[in-house]
């Protein structure tokens, strides 16, 4: 399951925290703030996914993530390459390379990445 481009940003502050109340995450938004009863019901939809759980903490609730940014993401990143790169990593690095007008610096940087991550393969 996916979060919406709203629910991914909430999602970002909470990643962040850790755990976090009401106001915390209200604090993280630059101003204008959205309202409360919108980050309420971001929150719940996200309960409803199983992105999100909390504990009562009096009347209060301490949010945290279910689901790691890592493994968000990871999922997210396989997904693209699927529907978009007909199921090629090289066609994603291709157009990501590409695309993403990167210095000799920076694909460098990728390089020895993915020598690494060869070097455990082997």
């Given at each position: ?15 962040k ?8 995450l ?15 019901t ?17 009347k ?16 997210h ?44 393969k082997?």
């Amino acid at each position: 399951m996916k979060l919406s481009r709203t629910e991914e940003e909430l999602m970002n502050h909470l990643w962040k925290l850790k755990k976090a109340f009401m106001k915390d995450l209200l604090d993280e938004y630059p101003d204008p703030k959205p309202a409360p009863t919108t980050i309420s019901t971001l929150l719940k939809r996200m309960q409803d996914k199983e992105f999100v759980g909390y504990t009562a903490q009096g009347k209060s609730r301490e949010y945290f993530p279910l689901v790691s940014k890592e493994n968000y993401f990871s999922k997210h990143i396989k997904g693209l390459i699927k529907n978009f790169f007909n199921d090629s990593p090289a066609q994603f690095a291709s157009f990501f390379t590409n695309k993403a007008d990167f210095t000799a610096a920076e694909l460098e940087d990728l390089k020895e990445i993915i020598e690494g991550k060869l070097k455990q393969k082997k």
